[in-house]
């Protein structure tokens, strides 16, 4: 009985979605990401020293392009190990555009270095977005850093975005 009053509903459901034209809505496909950036300026707001490591928190800001385009305000956490490996993170708030849509993209971004200069884990992910990019989901790793003094290149984020209805 609770079965086919679960299967009557469903099918009720599902006609009156026909008679009203309604579909679901869906989120766009997945859209591969590719944005290039370089850091314009590097503040030091405070040094801390713990167990032989030392703890920077810094404000950068950067000029990104590609998938999205814009500027952004980073507040970062960066440890140096006595090791010589080094990890950061930090919270980007880009003004920016995807896809011919603007607003403000929050996103975080974590990376260890190796003590060998090798990069060993990356990941970013948006957290939010308010006008165009509202809807904005995506994540994904970073493939080069371009730090100022340790790597010339551009940083370089890849993964995948999508927008939701």
């Given at each position: 009985m609770?079965?086919?009053?679960?299967?009557?509903?469903?099918l009720i459901l599902a006609m009156a979605m026909m008679i009203m034209g309604s579909a679901p809505a869906r989120a766009t496909p997945p859209q591969a990401a590719v944005t290039d950036g370089e850091i314009l300026s590097i503040d030091v707001v405070d040094i801390r020293f713990a167990g032989g490591n030392i703890h920077l928190d810094l404000v950068t800001t950067a000029i990104y392009w590609g998938t999205w385009n814009g500027f952004a305000t980073t507040e970062f956490e960066a440890v140096f190990y006595r090791s010589g490996a080094v990890s950061a993170r930090g919270v980007l708030t880009c003004e920016?555009?995807?896809?011919?849509?603007?607003?403000?993209?929050t996103f975080q971004a974590r990376y260890l270095i190796d003590a060998d200069g090798t990069l060993r884990f990356s990941a970013w992910q948006f957290l939010h977005g308010t006008d165009g990019l509202a809807n904005i989901?995506?994540?994904g790793s970073l493939e080069q850093l371009g730090i100022p003094g340790i790597d010339p290149s551009p940083f370089r984020f890849v993964g995948q975005y999508h927008f939701d209805p």
């Open positions: 609770r079965r086919s009053l679960g299967v009557g509903l469903a920016c555009t995807v896809e011919d849509k603007s607003g403000t993209l989901h995506g994540q």
